[in-house]
């Protein structure tokens, strides 16, 4: 089963996406990882930048985690020359303790209205485990440039 492109450039591939210096996603060690037509994999290593005292992935890094790609999908179904996107909630449910390794985060669209978003972004570590749920509202706002 195909499934339709969502992201304004039909031609978007993993190669056009890059972790913006000076940003969390460098500070916590992102990185993309798949694109397909409608959905987008980053992720994140679970290691001294990542986890909370206990030596278990901090949920704060999930959250971060979570918002980075679901606001990032967002953005790549936007016209830039029109819109931006910024988040306006997030939630989380924290599933398995991960301890080492890395984690990677799947964000696919529940909804793509005219001024908000709502992504599903699904947690698993390397052993395809789920991890961690969350849910993404971004609001879409027309751009100051235009």
């Known amino acids: 089963m195909s499934s339709k492109i969502i992201w304004f450039n039909k031609n978007l591939s993993i190669a056009d996406l890059t972790i913006t210096p000076n940003t969390m996603g460098i500070a916590l060690g992102m990185k993309w990882y798949e694109l397909g037509d409608d959905f987008l994999k980053i992720s994140m290593p679970v290691d001294e930048r990542t986890k909370q005292p206990y030596g278990l992935l901090h949920g704060g890094a999930s959250c971060a985690l979570a918002e980075t790609a679901g606001s990032v999908a967002s953005y790549f179904v936007l016209d830039p020359s029109k819109f931006i996107c910024v988040g306006l909630e997030i939630n989380a449910n924290h599933l398995r303790a991960v301890k080492d390794g890395i984690v990677i985060a799947t964000a696919k669209a529940l909804h793509l209205g005219s001024t908000t978003h709502v992504w599903?972004?699904?947690?698993?570590?390397?052993?395809?485990?789920?991890?961690?749920?969350?849910?993404?509202?971004?609001?879409?706002?027309?751009?100051?440039?235009?």
Do not use: Q
């Open 120 to 146: 599903d972004i699904k947690i698993h570590d390397e052993r395809e485990r789920l991890v961690c749920v969350s849910r993404l509202t971004v609001a879409i706002l027309r751009s100051r440039n235009i």
